[in-house]
């Protein structure tokens, strides 16, 4: 959001509040049209069950708050994964290779074993 602001030249406390006040607000009402896949949910309890470390690895271009709201569209839960990516802490984006290296860096794993 730096640079938005940089290159915009509103001000970070403008947009933060406008952001936010739209995923807090509208953006919740997006998900009436949505309902969870049951093959969805029963695939990542599997995974859990089996010992795997799950990521939400989603284009790092929106807030935590809003990839956690679709998650719950999906029926699924934010503490079935070690790590989410969202804007606040990825510092690239698919497919730059190093979206992925950041990842990794996180969640402290080797591209072997992830």
């Not at 790092?60 to 956690?68: D, V, Y």
């Not at 510092?91 to 290779?97: A, E, G, L, R, V």
Request: hydrophobic residues 35%; contains cysteine.
């Amino acid at each position: 959001m730096e640079k938005f602001t940089e290159y915009s030249k509103i001000k970070y406390e403008v947009v933060e509040s406008i952001i936010d006040d739209f995923y807090k607000n509208e953006y919740k009402t997006i998900g009436e049209h949505f309902k969870p896949q049951e093959h969805i949910v029963k695939s990542i309890d599997i995974l859990k069950e089996k010992g795997y470390d799950l990521v939400v690895a989603t284009n790092a271009i929106f807030p935590k708050e809003a990839i956690i709201e679709r998650l719950r569209w999906a029926g699924l839960d934010e503490r079935d994964f070690i790590f989410i990516t969202s804007f606040e802490v990825m510092h690239y984006c698919k497919p730059n290779i190093k979206y992925y290296e950041e990842i990794l860096g996180i969640i402290n794993k080797n591209p072997r074993n992830a």
